[in-house]
């Protein structure tokens, strides 16, 4: 796993950590990220939010590919049983 530095930052890791995943995770614009922010106390700009996503966003989502779990050999059906026109199919 790579480690990301936050060295020189303007705010906490936790913060940035916050930002980048309330835009990827919720879809949201990077005004509406800055907003709920805002909202916690935290006085941000959009600007601010776009280039910690430039920056941040490959290092963290190839730490999260890494972490990801292969696919399992065993495979598990479901049985479905359908009525038509009161028949089972």
């Not at 790579?2 to 879809?27: E, G, M, N």
């Not at 106390?41 to 989502?61: C, H, L």
């Not at 890494?66 to 049985?79: A, M, Q, V």
């Amino acid at each position: 796993m790579t480690r990301i530095s936050y060295k020189r930052r303007r705010f906490p890791a936790t913060v940035i950590q916050r930002a980048v995943w309330l835009y990827f995770r919720f879809t949201l614009s990077l005004r509406d990220v800055g907003e709920m922010l805002a909202q916690r106390g935290i006085d941000v700009s959009y600007e601010t939010i776009r280039a910690s996503n430039v920056k941040f966003d490959p290092k963290i989502a190839a730490n999260l590919r890494r972490r990801k779990l292969p696919p399992s050999p065993c495979w598990h059906l479901d049985e479905l049983v359908s009525k038509i026109a009161g028949e089972h199919v």
